[in-house]
């Protein structure tokens, strides 16, 4: 079974600029999830869709992230413009439903460094 | 007050040896509780999930205890390749997949 893609690997920006990464979960899950991991921390949900609808946002910064899940199965992730602070691993995970973490899995991540 | 906390460590063992990792939560409403390990540059893979009655899977044991709002794992007979950081990880509502993450004990296994 294939794993969660994630494109690209690796970013580096500078400040102010705009990145965009790409998550192609499991075929079949429902769910998508976008988390942030800063160096020396745990990962932290940014945002949670079920199927092409948002479930939660709340960590989101929404001035400067945006994330979208048109056709509910690829996903994107954009940040305009970056801030130093947004240097971390992007993670993209999915799993078969809504409340279960039947399946739940991760990708193998997008590391930003912004300079 | 973090959600999940952990020892960040490093705990530096040798090989053979006996670990145990500690990790508190804060809201005594959270329904599942895991165990996750991540390697260096790599992304956070599921260990085992951790049950009331406390589960064990060959050299690894997890335990919950709800009242205190604590969770183990203990490593027994610890090899090289158990190095890594271990992540305490919370889900706290069935209606959604939200999982909250400690900030990781790094274990480093020596010869």
């Known amino acids: 079974e294939a794993g969660v893609a994630q494109s690209p690997r690796y970013k580096i920006i500078e400040k102010r600029q705009s990145v965009a990464f790409w998550c192609n979960p499991i075929s079949g899950h429902a769910t998508l999830y976008w988390y942030q991991q800063i160096l020396g921390q745990g990962p932290k949900l940014l945002i949670q869709?079920?199927?092409?609808?948002?479930?939660?946002d709340s960590q989101l910064p929404k001035d400067r992230f945006s994330a979208e899940r048109l056709k509910g199965v690829d996903s994107t992730l954009k940040i305009q413009p970056a801030k130093l602070e947004d240097s971390a691993v992007y993670l993209c995970?999915?799993?078969?439903?809504?409340?279960?973490?039947?399946?739940?899995?991760f990708g193998s991540g997008t590391r930003l460094t912004v300079v | 007050r973090k959600e999940v906390e952990q020892d960040p460590g490093p705990f530096n063992v040798p090989e053979g040896a006996t670990v145990a990792f500690n990790c508190t939560y804060s809201n005594s409403a959270s329904q599942s509780f895991f165990w996750y390990r991540q390697d260096c540059r790599k992304e956070p893979k599921l260990l085992m999930s951790?049950?009331?009655s406390g589960n064990e899977d060959g050299r690894f044991t997890a335990q919950l205890n709800r009242a205190s709002q604590y969770i183990s794992l203990l490593i027994r007979d610890s090899k090289l390749s158990d190095s890594a950081t271990y992540l305490c990880v919370v889900n706290c509502s069935s209606n959604t997949g939200k999982l909250i993450f400690g900030q990781g004990t790094t274990l480093q296994v020596k010869p």
């Open positions: 869709f079920q199927n092409n609808g948002v479930v939660d």
């Open positions: 951790v049950y009331s």
């Open positions: 995970a999915s799993s078969f439903s809504r409340g279960g973490l039947h399946g739940y899995t």
